[in-house]
């Protein structure tokens, strides 16, 4: 909003033509989404326990039950300061940005109603898995069909980190492929999210990566000199990610342990959406199972605990999954899982941007 209303007021007063410059405007739009969820969180957590919004702890598991009624659909506190700091800093004529904020409200969305349904029921049954799938699937698609059918300048080749000269091109597999990896990181950041800080750390480790794969992506000079695929006008995204950054450390503000709200799928489902969505409109889809590498090994957890549990008639690899589970029946207590979980993600994301120079 400043850019359209403010920018042309420039020859008047000429400090606003800062405001053409996207490394100006994602500044401050990260500075106002931290500020904005640090100002209204203890209005919004109250809010949340006068409506009885609360968790419903399900009954197995690690003892969890202290944080049963702890405040949640936090997700709906990170939304609006990410939805507020990008209309106000954001260029909103820039198709990417407005894909960016499609594919966060969808997946959001998907969420709110399983959050809704679990605490009006009072139990864990929400939305039933296989629409929760459907709901994803179909905001993922409408965002890549249009992105490859409707942007010329959208390749559907396959960016490989190490090997800057194989580029295959996967075609219209590239759809279903991108699908694959919007979907997979949305439900990995959610089956993370079990634990305070676990998932909002390094979601928020995991975006600021990628929003320098995104400036470096839209920016010709810088992406002929690393030689990565350079996307016209992809730079403007820098400016979600930043919002995204700083709501979530402002939402950290409070989920950190001992957690006073959590974010609810209303948040996990869309801050993991949105993040696999980013990492394909860099052309950065591998470069994301590095720098989240976190969300891939808790999935993966669960894979191989569901599986050889199935297939050894009931014997478990670890004592529960997600991974971050096993910890705590180890006896590792929470806060130190949460913050080695952290330290893992930063050094995961440096190896990540590292690949651009070993190439
Ligand atoms: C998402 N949700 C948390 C909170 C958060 C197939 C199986 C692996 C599914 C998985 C599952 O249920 N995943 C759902 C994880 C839940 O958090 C809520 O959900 C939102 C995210 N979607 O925002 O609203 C609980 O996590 C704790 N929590 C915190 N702090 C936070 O900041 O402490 C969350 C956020 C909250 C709170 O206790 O209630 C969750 O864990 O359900 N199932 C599991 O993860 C279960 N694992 C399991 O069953 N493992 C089995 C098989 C199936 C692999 C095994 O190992 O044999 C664990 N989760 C629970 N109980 N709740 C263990 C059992």
Redesign the pocket.
């Known amino acids: 909003m400043f850019y359209h209303f403010l920018l042309q007021f420039a020859d008047i007063f000429s400090p606003l033509n800062v405001l053409q410059y996207i490394t100006f405007r994602s500044i401050y739009a990260f500075l106002t989404s931290l500020i904005f969820t640090i100002i209204l969180g203890p209005f919004f957590i109250s809010w949340l326990k006068k409506l009885k919004l609360g968790?419903?702890?399900?009954?197995?598991?690690?003892a969890?039950q202290l944080?049963?009624g702890?405040p949640?659909?936090?997700?709906l506190l990170i939304g609006a300061a990410v939805i507020t700091s990008v209309l106000l800093w954001g260029r909103l004529d820039n198709s990417y940005l407005l894909l960016c904020l499609f594919v966060y409200i969808g997946f959001g969305f998907v969420?709110f109603l399983?959050?809704y349904l679990?605490i009006k029921r009072r139990n864990?049954a929400g939305i039933s898995g296989k629409s929760k799938l459907f709901g994803q699937v179909l905001v993922a698609s409408c965002a890549m069909g249009f992105l490859i059918f409707f942007d010329p300048s959208y390749s559907t080749t396959l960016s490989i980190p190490f090997f800057k000269n194989i580029t295959p091109d996967l075609g219209w597999l590239y759809l279903f492929f991108a699908i694959f990896v919007i979907v997979g990181t949305s439900n990995a950041?959610?089956?993370?999210?079990?634990?305070?800080?676990?998932?909002?750390g390094p979601s928020t480790i995991c975006i600021s990566c990628l929003a320098l794969f995104i400036y470096f992506a839209g920016h010709q000079q810088i992406a002929s000199y690393l030689q990565i695929t350079y996307i016209p006008n992809l730079s403007e995204v820098t400016v979600f990610c930043a919002a995204l950054i700083g709501a979530g450390l402002g939402f950290l503000w409070f989920?950190a342990?001992p957690?006073q709200?959590?974010?609810?799928?209303?948040?996990?489902?869309s801050i993991g959406g949105v993040m696999g969505f980013i990492a394909v409109l860099a052309k950065q889809e591998l470069i994301l199972p590095i720098a989240g590498g976190v969300f891939v090994f808790e999935t993966i957890?669960?894979i191989l605990?569901?599986s050889y549990?199935k297939m050894s008639g009931g014997k478990?690899i670890?004592?529960?999954?997600?991974l971050h589970?096993?910890f705590e029946l180890k006896g590792v207590p929470?806060s130190k899982i949460i913050i080695r979980f952290w330290i893992f993600s930063i050094l995961l994301a440096l190896v990540a941007l590292s690949t651009l120079k070993l190439r």
């Open positions: 968790q419903y702890i399900k009954d197995c598991g690690p969890h944080k049963e702890t949640t659909m936090g997700g969420g399983d959050d679990k864990n950041v959610n089956l993370t999210d079990g634990l305070d800080g676990l998932a909002i989920n342990y957690a709200i959590f974010m609810g799928d209303v948040g996990s489902l957890s669960v605990q569901v549990f478990r670890f004592r529960m999954a997600p589970h096993h929470e």
